[in-house]
C-alpha cells in the first residue's frame, strides 16, 4: 500500500482485489461503461491493477489494470477516475502505477479525446481508430469465403497460434477464459485453420471478438452466420477502421455508436518478420485488445 498526496487529497493506492469489484462497477456505471461485475470480474482475473481510495472516506474514487499477454505485450485498461476527483492528478498517478507493474513490455490501451493528451505526455502514441458498433442483429448477407464449423477443445492450440500470429503476443489464457464462458467458430480454406470468432456475454448483450482471419472476406464468413444466429439480439463488435468493416457490420443492424484511438507505447514494435498471414478483425474487448 502506498499513501500519497493528489494536489492537496490524500488518496492511498491498494492492489485491486476481488473485494474492490462492486466498487469498482459504481465507478464503470458512473462513466456509462456498460460493464457487468461478471465482466469485471474476468478482466481482474486475467490482470494486474490498482484501485485509489480516499484516505478519508475509504472509498474507492480510482482504478486501472494492467493486462500482461507474457513478456510481448500488455494492455492499461479500465482507467477510471471519480467524478469528484478529475483534474486532481489521479489519473497520471493511476497510469504511473500501471507502468511501473508493466515493466518492460510494449505497451497498447485505447483512449478517448479526453484521455488522449495524458497518454501522449506519458510516450504513447496513436496507431489507429477503433469503431464501436453495436445494436440489435438484422438481415445478414452471408459471405461464402471457407468452411465455417464449430470449434472444439481439440481446436484450441490452432486457435491460439493464429491470435498469436495477429496480435503479436501469447494471449492463450484469456481464449481459455473466454471459450469457458462462450463458442467459438472456426474458418477452414482446404481443410486448414486459418481464422476463428469468439462469442461471449458482455454488458447489454453478446460481444463477438477476437476475429482473426486472413481476409475481410473471410472475417465476414465467420461474423455473419453469428448475427443470423441472434436474429433482433443486442450484439457487439469492436473493429479498427483499417478492416473496412463498418460499413458490412452497419448494414447487419450493428450501427456505428463511438469508439476510440488505439495507442502503442512505444509506437511501432516492427521487428522486419514478414506480415503475418492473418489479421485481427474484432478486438476481443477495448479494454483486452
Known amino acids: 500500500m502506498s499513501k500519497n498526496t493528489v494536489r492537496n487529497k490524500a488518496v492511498h493506492c491498494l492492489a485491486f482485489e476481488p473485494k474492490h469489484l462492486t466498487d469498482a462497477l459504481a465507478l464503470s456505471r458512473q462513466a456509462q461503461w456498460p460493464h457487468r461485475l461478471e465482466d469485471w470480474s474476468l478482466t481482474l482475473a486475467l490482470?494486474?491493477?490498482?484501485?485509489?481510495?480516499?484516505?478519508?472516506?475509504?472509498?474507492?474514487?480510482?482504478?486501472?489494470?494492467?493486462?500482461?499477454?507474457?513478456?510481448?505485450?500488455?494492455?492499461?485498461?479500465?482507467?477510471?477516475?471519480?467524478?469528484?476527483?478529475?483534474?486532481?492528478?489521479?489519473?497520471?498517478?493511476?497510469m504511473d502505477e500501471a507502468m511501473t507493474l508493466a515493466g518492460d513490455r510494449p505497451l497498447r490501451l485505447v483512449a478517448?479525446?479526453?484521455?488522449?493528451?495524458?497518454?501522449?505526455?506519458?510516450?504513447?502514441?496513436?496507431?489507429?481508430?477503433?469503431?464501436?458498433?453495436?445494436?440489435?442483429?438484422?438481415?445478414?448477407p452471408l459471405v461464402a469465403a471457407g468452411e465455417v464449423v464449430p470449434a472444439g477443445a481439440g481446436d484450441r492450440a490452432a486457435i491460439a497460434a493464429l491470435d498469436r500470429q495477429a496480435f503479436g503476443a501469447d494471449r492463450g489464457l484469456l481464449l481459455e477464459r473466454f471459450a469457458e464462458r462462450g463458442s467459438c467458430t472456426l474458418l477452414r480454406r482446404n481443410g486448414a485453420p486459418v481464422g476463428f470468432a469468439a462469442l461471449r456475454d458482455f454488458g447489454r448483450g453478446r460481444v463477438i471478438g477476437?476475429?482473426?482471419?486472413?481476409?475481410?472476406?473471410?472475417?465476414?464468413?465467420?461474423?455473419?452466420?453469428?448475427?443470423?444466429?441472434?436474429?433482433?439480439?443486442?450484439?457487439?463488435?469492436?473493429?479498427t477502421a483499417d478492416t473496412g468493416l463498418g460499413p458490412w457490420l452497419a448494414d447487419c443492424g450493428l450501427r456505428h455508436v463511438g469508439g476510440g484511438i488505439a495507442m502503442r507505447r512505444p509506437a511501432s514494435t516492427a521487428t522486419g518478420i514478414s506480415p503475418a498471414p492473418v489479421s485481427t478483425y474484432a478486438l476481443a474487448s477495448q479494454a483486452l485488445g
Open 210 to 239: 477476437p476475429v482473426v482471419a486472413p481476409d475481410a472476406d473471410g472475417a465476414k464468413a465467420l461474423i455473419g452466420p453469428i448475427i443470423a444466429a441472434h436474429p433482433g439480439k443486442f450484439l457487439r463488435v469492436d473493429t
Open 112 to 140: 478517448t479525446s479526453d484521455g488522449l493528451p495524458l497518454y501522449e505526455k506519458l510516450g504513447f502514441r496513436e496507431v489507429g481508430t477503433v469503431l464501436q458498433h453495436q445494436g440489435e442483429a438484422g438481415p445478414v
Open 47 to 94: 490482470s494486474e491493477g490498482l484501485v485509489a481510495v480516499d484516505a478519508e472516506t475509504s472509498q474507492v474514487v480510482g482504478t486501472v489494470l494492467m493486462t500482461p499477454y507474457g513478456e510481448d505485450a500488455a494492455t492499461i485498461n479500465m482507467v477510471i477516475v471519480d467524478d469528484g476527483w478529475r483534474g486532481q492528478g489521479l489519473g497520471r498517478r493511476l
